[in-house]
């Protein structure tokens, strides 16, 4: 079967338009699983200054952006000092669960504030 240069346009710009948008709309999926010793310090993530939750806890983030995603945080305890610690979260995952069921293991000492 002989098609047209102009239905062969056509299919070639529909192809194009298909791969550019499963491509740019795919979310990529981190979570980390934080924990401090001793247990009980709350977590504010030091990019928008949100509680992230009370260790351990598990936590996840989605990005359309790369691979990895730098993240910062704060832990703050009544009667210890406070920790800022950062870490690289991998972005492997395809959705919220499967993120959620491999978390990455994060975890921090805080020490007495004396």
């Given at each position: 079967m002989k098609f047209?240069?102009?239905?062969n346009s056509f299919c070639k710009n529909i192809i194009v338009i298909l791969t550019i948008a499963i491509i740019s709309g795919c979310a990529h999926y981190g979570a980390a699983r934080i924990v401090s010793n001793p247990a009980g310090a709350e977590v504010i993530n030091l990019d928008d200054g949100t509680l992230l939750g009370t260790t351990?806890?598990?936590?996840?983030?989605?990005?359309?952006?790369?691979?990895?995603?730098?993240?910062?945080?704060?832990?703050?305890?009544?009667?210890?000092?406070?920790?800022?610690?950062?870490?690289?979260?991998?972005?492997?995952?395809?959705s919220e669960k499967q993120a959620r069921a491999e978390p990455q293991l994060v975890e921090v000492v805080i020490e007495p504030s004396n």
């Open positions: 047209s240069s102009k239905t351990p806890t598990t936590v996840w983030w989605k990005d359309s952006g790369g691979n990895r995603k730098n993240i910062t945080v704060r832990f703050k305890k009544p009667g210890y000092k406070e920790k800022v610690t950062q870490f690289w979260l991998s972005m492997r995952h395809t």
